[in-house]
């Protein structure tokens, strides 16, 4: 992921953005942490439906048990990453705000007379 310093040349009307990208940010980094503890429990329960003992079919009682549980487990590691993703394109829009606002700034410098 690109990282982009939104506190670097920022003014005091920006205090309120940059708390929203702290924030952000911090939200990128627990769901990142939710995704990889989600996978984990994911393939932790794809394991346990490959030892089954044969047959592994719904007439299987502990098959079809240990099979409904990884779906959910996949489910759940699916909606986090879903989550994530949405984190990530916030954190890049306000990341681009503090570009766009920046740019404008140095754009007004530089009409300005020396």
């Known amino acids: 992921m690109m990282h982009v310093n939104p506190f670097k040349d920022t003014g005091e009307a920006q205090g309120d953005g940059m708390r929203r990208y702290r924030e952000t940010f911090a939200e990128v980094e627990a769901l990142g942490a939710q995704v990889r503890r989600a996978r984990r429990q994911a393939d932790l329960s794809l394991k346990r439906v490959n030892a089954v003992p044969e047959p592994h079919s719904v007439g299987n009682a502990v098959f079809a048990v240990e099979l409904e549980r990884h779906r959910a487990d996949r489910e759940t590691m699916f909606e986090a990453m879903r989550k994530l993703d949405a984190a990530r394109r916030a954190l890049r829009a306000i990341a681009s705000d503090f570009v ?15």
């Open 100 to 114: 766009l606002d920046q740019d404008k700034t140095a754009a007004a410098d530089l009409r300005r007379p020396a």
